[in-house]
C-alpha cells in the first residue's frame, strides 16, 4: 500500500503544488485547508486528492482531524507543515491580534499537527515531517515581526524534533522558500514586489510553488533517512547573513 502523507494547507498555493507533486510520486494524499470552501472544492475536483477542513492553531481539531484521515487513508506516514499566515504590520501599529493569530497558525500549528501523528510514527519507526519555514525567518523582515519569530521557531522546531525522531526513523527537515508567485506574494503591491523585492533576487524572478514541491518530494523519500533536522534554502540565491 503506498504511504500516507497529509499537507496542511494543501488546497492552495505552494501546499497544492506539495500535494499534486506528493501524488504524481505515488503517495496517498490528503490535504487540509482553513475556510476557503471553494477553493478546496475545486482542487479535489481537479486533482482527485481529498481536502479537509479544520485549523491547524486549533489543538483538537488536529487530533480529531488526523484520526479522520487516517480512518480514511491509513496512518500518515508523512506530515507536511505548510499552512501559513501573515498579518503584516509595523511593530508599533502591530496588535496583539495580529502577533496571536501568526503565532497560533505559523508556529503553534506545527506543535498542534506534529504532535497529532508523532506518536504513530514513533510506534511504526518511520516518519517524515517537513516544516515550511520562510526565508523571512532567516533574516527577520521588517513589518513582519510576527511572521519572521513565528518562522525562526519552525526551524528551532525543527531541530529539536529531528534529535527526538532519529532513532525512531523519523526525520524532520525544514524548507526556507524565498518569495514565490502565491496569492501571499501577489498580495504585495506590485511596485514593492518589481522595485524593491525582485531585484534583490539574483536569479531575477519569483519562484513557482512546484520548485518547494520537489524539494519536499526529495526529503520524503524513503532514502532520504540520514536527511534530518536540515534547514533547506529555495530562494533564487538571495543572500541574507
Ligand atoms: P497561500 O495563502 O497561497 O495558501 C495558504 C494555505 O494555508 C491555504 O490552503 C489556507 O487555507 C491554509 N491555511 C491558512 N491558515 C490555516 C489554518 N489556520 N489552518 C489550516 N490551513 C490554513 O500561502 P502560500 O502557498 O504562499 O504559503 C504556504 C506556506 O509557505 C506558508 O507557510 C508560508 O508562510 C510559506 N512561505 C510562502 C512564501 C511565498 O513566497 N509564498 C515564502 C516563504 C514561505 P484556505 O485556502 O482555506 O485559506
Given at each position: 500500500m503506498?504511504k500516507?502523507a497529509l499537507?496542511t494547507g494543501?488546497?492552495?498555493g505552494?501546499?497544492?503544488?506539495?500535494?499534486?507533486?506528493?501524488?504524481?510520486?505515488?503517495y496517498?494524499?490528503?490535504?487540509?485547508?482553513?475556510?476557503?470552501?471553494?477553493?478546496?472544492r475545486?482542487?479535489?475536483?481537479?486533482?482527485?486528492i481529498?481536502?479537509?477542513?479544520?485549523s491547524?492553531a486549533?489543538?483538537?481539531?488536529?487530533?480529531?482531524?488526523?484520526a479522520q484521515?487516517?480512518a480514511?487513508?491509513?496512518?500518515?506516514?508523512?506530515?507536511?507543515?505548510?499552512?501559513?499566515?501573515?498579518r503584516d504590520?509595523?511593530?508599533?501599529k502591530?496588535?496583539?491580534?495580529q502577533?496571536?493569530?501568526?503565532?497560533?497558525t505559523?508556529?503553534?500549528g506545527?506543535?498542534n499537527?506534529?504532535?497529532?501523528?508523532?506518536?504513530?510514527?514513533?510506534?511504526?519507526k518511520?516518519?517524515?515531517?517537513?516544516?515550511?519555514?520562510?526565508?523571512?525567518?532567516q533574516?527577520?523582515?521588517?513589518?513582519?515581526?510576527n511572521?519572521?519569530a513565528?518562522?525562526?521557531?519552525?526551524?528551532?522546531?525543527?531541530?529539536?524534533?529531528?534529535?527526538?525522531?532519529?532513532?525512531?526513523?523519523?526525520?524532520?527537515?525544514?524548507?526556507c522558500?524565498?518569495y514565490?508567485g502565491?496569492?501571499?506574494?501577489?498580495?504585495?503591491?506590485?511596485?514593492?514586489?518589481?522595485?524593491?523585492?525582485?531585484?534583490?533576487?539574483?536569479v531575477?524572478?519569483?519562484?513557482?510553488?512546484?520548485e518547494?514541491?520537489?524539494a519536499v518530494v526529495?526529503?520524503?523519500?524513503?532514502?532520504?533517512?540520514?536527511?534530518?533536522?536540515?534547514t533547506?534554502?529555495?530562494?533564487?540565491g538571495q543572500?541574507?547573513v
Amino acid at each position: 500500500m503506498a504511504k500516507v502523507a497529509l499537507v496542511t494547507g494543501g488546497s492552495r498555493g505552494i501546499g497544492a503544488a506539495i500535494s499534486q507533486a506528493l501524488k504524481a510520486a505515488g503517495y496517498q494524499v490528503a490535504a487540509t485547508y482553513a475556510g476557503n470552501d471553494d477553493a478546496a472544492r475545486s482542487f479535489t475536483d481537479e486533482t482527485g486528492i481529498k481536502t479537509y477542513k479544520w485549523s491547524v492553531a486549533d489543538y483538537d481539531a488536529c487530533k480529531n482531524g488526523v484520526a479522520q484521515v487516517e480512518a480514511d487513508l491509513g496512518p500518515i506516514d508523512i506530515l507536511v507543515n505548510n499552512a501559513g499566515i501573515t498579518r503584516d504590520a509595523m511593530f508599533h501599529k502591530m496588535t496583539p491580534e495580529q502577533w496571536k493569530e501568526v503565532i497560533d497558525t505559523n508556529l503553534t500549528g506545527l506543535f498542534n499537527m506534529t504532535h497529532a501523528v508523532w506518536t504513530g510514527m514513533r510506534d511504526r519507526k518511520f516518519g517524515r515531517v517537513v516544516n515550511i519555514s520562510s526565508i523571512n525567518g532567516q533574516k527577520g523582515q521588517a513589518g513582519q515581526a510576527n511572521y519572521s519569530a513565528a518562522k525562526a521557531g519552525d526551524l528551532g522546531f525543527t531541530k529539536a524534533l529531528a534529535q527526538e525522531g532519529a532513532r525512531a526513523g523519523i526525520t524532520v527537515n525544514a524548507i526556507c522558500p524565498g518569495y514565490i508567485g502565491t496569492e501571499m506574494v501577489r498580495a504585495i503591491d506590485e511596485k514593492v514586489l518589481n522595485e524593491r523585492i525582485i531585484p534583490q533576487i539574483p536569479v531575477g524572478r519569483l519562484g513557482e510553488p512546484e520548485e518547494i514541491a520537489r524539494a519536499v518530494v526529495f526529503l520524503v523519500a524513503d532514502d532520504a533517512g540520514f536527511i534530518t533536522g536540515s534547514t533547506l534554502s529555495a530562494n533564487g540565491g538571495q543572500f541574507f547573513v
